[in-house]
């Protein structure tokens, strides 16, 4: 089945950098973007950013530009999120997902996250 | 950034009961809204999209409406597998979620 498995979990001090990895398989990677959405502790979801799998276009959200970067490895199908100068408020579960057209629009399509992979927690401290 | 308020935070309810959840967008984002469930310790899981549209799998008491700033889920005859948080998401602008709501059990 459709399914991306996540890297495990990550304990970082502050000011160092993380590597989230997310392993795309059962459907063509490139067909499909890749976001990244993270829950503090207790906390709602936060966009992060997204990457296509296609062409690797990114974009960001604004309060983690220059911080953040999202890459992808079409050989293996496997979405990367890199965070540096990491700080307490940092400590999340991070999430990839699958950002699927779901409705297909004339300037705009609508997209929806379909599939999510299982979460990695990183703890800034 | 369009903000997404969602109301309530939180709500009580039983088995059996309809229940209605409110976003509200900060600016209008006519139909790009979809809603996620998400229980404790577990990834997000799409229910709705485009508003009122719902996911293959999702179950049939569960329905959405709205366009412009003002959205609603509404879970006709709550089951005890809904008793979860539901967030709301706009992807009109730079993405953005609701702050969710809690279901829990009264």
Redesign the interface.
């Known amino acids: 089945q459709v399914q991306l498995v996540q890297s495990g979990v990550e304990v970082k001090k502050p000011g160092a950098s993380v590597k989230v990895s997310c392993k795309a398989s059962s459907y063509t990677f490139r067909n499909y973007s890749i976001i990244w959405v993270r829950q503090a502790p207790g906390q709602g979801l936060e966009w992060m950013g997204w990457i296509s799998g296609y062409s690797g276009d990114t974009n960001y959200a604004q309060k983690l530009q220059g911080r953040v970067t999202l890459t992808t490895d079409t050989s293996t199908n496997t979405a990367y999120m890199d965070l540096r100068s990491l700080r307490s408020d940092d400590t999340a579960v991070y999430y990839c997902a699958r950002g699927a057209v779901v409705v297909p629009a004339a300037g705009k399509n609508y997209y929806a996250l379909d599939v999510w992979g299982q979460g990695t927690t990183v703890t800034v401290s | 950034?369009i903000q997404m308020t969602q109301s309530p935070s939180s709500l009580s309810a039983s088995v059996g009961d309809k229940i209605t959840i409110t976003c509200r967008a900060s600016q209008s984002i006519g139909?790009?809204l979809?809603w996620?469930q998400?229980k404790t310790g577990k990834?997000?899981?799409?229910l709705i999209?485009?508003a009122s549209?719902l996911?293959s799998g999702a179950p049939s008491r569960f329905s959405g409406s709205g366009s412009g700033t003002d959205f609603t889920l509404t879970i006709n005859s709550l089951q005890p597998e809904d008793f979860a948080t539901y967030?709301c998401?706009q992807?009109?602008g730079?993405?953005?979620?609701?702050?969710?709501t809690n279901v829990e059990v009264k």
């Open positions: 950034d139909s790009y979809n996620y998400q990834a997000p899981k799409l999209y485009a549209t996911q967030y998401h992807t009109y730079a993405w953005t979620f609701g702050q969710g």
